[in-house]
Nanobody, 123 residues
């Protein structure tokens, strides 16, 4: 079993930056891929970014490319999402996800999820 805890959300003005952290505990393997998704009320969960635990290969949603950076620290079992040049449309609850075998943008493939952290970007 893997537990994921996100921290770092909050309120920021447009153009500002935030860094989210996701700490993984429990049964953590190097083969895990970890990802960030986000969701707004009434909408489906949206893929944001993913990182492969072993070689740090990453992919991003087009909407965040060039603004967001996903990274990981193996020694701390933590994945980060650095968010720069934030826009009001980035406002959402951000979720961390992990899986032992899947790497990609499909949320239904991830077995483990955090509780989410609210990010609000004011205009």
């Amino acid at each position: 079993q893997v537990q994921l805890v996100e921290v770092g959300g909050g309120l920021v003005q447009a153009g500002g930056s935030l860094r989210l952290s996701c700490l993984a505990s429990g049964r953590t393997f190097f083969s895990y891929a970890m990802a960030w998704f986000r969701q707004t009320p009434g909408n489906e969960r949206e893929f944001v970014a993913v990182i492969r635990w072993t070689d740090r290969h990453t992919d991003y949603a087009d909407s965040v490319k060039g603004r967001f950076t996903i990274s990981r620290d193996i020694s701390k079992n933590t994945v980060y999402l650095q968010m720069n040049s934030l826009k009001p449309e980035d406002t959402a609850v951000y979720y961390c996800a992990a899986d032992a075998a899947y790497y990609g943008p499909s949320g239904s493939e991830y077995d483990y999820w955090g509780q989410g952290t609210q990010v609000t970007v004011s205009s």
